[in-house]
């Protein structure tokens, strides 16, 4: 099964695409898509929507699972600024007829950590063991989609 994982963002997006066959996993394509702060907000969302839009195209994935929205009392602006950006990647999600995922950032890491408050280098660690790589991916933006991906094999039992 080949699954897309996306770290939603308005600056950054990451996301990673894998195949996945009984707890066995191929890296096939990883990355960001980043967006200039001095541009405005339906040029950046235009951006993000043409590059996954291509993404999806060329790699033909059967799902897209997307981090949950988190919104932190002290930061309402960055939630509001990454809701944009999920908003985008739904309505690609329905205009491409792809099934859409969303897991809290907790359940994600917990299932490929064991625990929901894994940091980001148990997190980047477990990235690089179950997928065989040298070193863990960067930016972090690219683990948390490529965790996101790996996080629905184990959830879903596939």
Known sequence: MRIL???????????GIIDAHKAKYKLIEA??????????????LFKIY?????????HKPSVLVLEKLYAHYKHPTTALLMGHARGVICLLCGLKGM??????????????????????DQ?????KN????????RPVDITDALAAAISYTYIENL
Request: charged share 25%; proline share 6%; aromatic share 2%.
């Open 5 to 15: 994982g996306i770290d939603p963002g308005l600056g950054i997006t990451g996301y």
């Open 31 to 44: 990355g960001v898509i980043r967006t200039d702060s001095k541009d405005k907000i339906p040029k950046r």
């Open 50 to 58: 043409t590059c996954l839009s291509e993404l999806i195209d060329e």
């Open 99 to 120: 099934q859409l995922v969303n897991y809290p950032s907790t359940r994600i890491k917990k299932a490929v950590t064991g625990s929901g408050h894994a940091s980001k």
């Open 123 to 127: 997190v980047s660690g477990m990235i």
């Open 130 to 137: 179950l997928l065989c790589l040298k070193s863990s991916p």
